[in-house]
């Protein structure tokens, strides 16, 4: 049974960047989509980008010009950057498998990344 | 982008009662590529209930069924159990960008 286990920094000053890391367990990374979704206070459930383990990426055309998402194959882990942080970035982050194409739905989910951006 | 409105906000209802939900897109949303989640608590990640507008997940009880096409979907729920009583939201796939609804939380009455 696959399992997405996500880490990383938690708390951010404004203009620094966002780093987070999901390792997936349990079963194969090939095949699929991997993506990141945000739950923010002020737009709620967010899709932020996928990648897949080809290396291909689709972003939300509202964030592409921060964000990259990376993937580590020998590592079964995917990694999201988000730059030029703000206050509007606050908020729960997730990564999720997608579909074994792309822009599909979301199953599992990993268990949350709080994320807070403050002076 | 799709934008999907979700009704109504909050759903109060007792246990063993039948909940709809609605999920409206601004747009049609083809081969019916609308999908459901349960969120149990907030911070807890969203589980998968529903694909395909009306497929459900492994392991989702059947008392949860999914229904429409176009641009209006609805989740029902037959009979509430008490870990029913969450928040819910729907989701379009298969175009960029990948968007939800707003959710609607199903309360106890």
């Known amino acids: 049974q696959v399992e997405l286990q996500q880490w990383g920094a938690g708390l951010l000053k404004p203009a620094e960047t966002l780093s987070l890391t999901c390792g997936v367990y349990g079963a194969s990374f090939s095949g699929y989509y991997w993506s990141w979704v945000r739950q923010t206070p002020g737009k709620g459930l967010e899709w932020i980008g996928e990648?897949?383990?080809?290396?291909?990426?689709n972003y939300n055309p509202s964030l592409k010009s921060r964000v990259t998402i990376s993937i580590d194959t020998s590592k079964n882990q995917f990694s999201l950057n988000l730059r030029s942080v703000t206050a509007a970035d606050t908020g729960l982050y997730y990564c999720?498998?997608?579909?074994?194409?792309?822009?599909?739905?979301?199953?599992?989910w990993g268990q949350g990344s709080l994320v807070s951006v403050s002076t | 982008e799709i934008v999907l409105t979700q009704s109504p906000g909050t759903l109060s209802l007792s246990p063993g009662e039948r909940a709809t939900l609605s999920c409206r897109a601004s747009?049609?949303?083809?081969?019916?590529?609308v999908a459901w989640y349960k969120q149990q608590k907030p911070g807890q990640a969203p589980r998968l209930l529903i694909y395909g507008a009306s497929h459900r997940d492994t392991g989702i009880p059947d008392r949860f069924s999914g229904s429409g096409s176009g641009t209006d979907f609805t989740l029902t729920i037959s009979r509430l159990e008490p870990e029913d009583f969450a928040v819910y939201y729907c989701q379009h796939y298969g175009t960029s960008p990948l968007t939800f609804g707003g959710g609607t939380k199903v309360e106890i009455k």
């Open positions: 999720a498998r997608g579909g074994s194409s792309w822009l599909g739905w979301f199953d599992p």
């Open positions: 990648i897949n383990d080809g290396g291909n990426t």
């Open positions: 747009q049609i949303v083809s081969d019916n590529y």
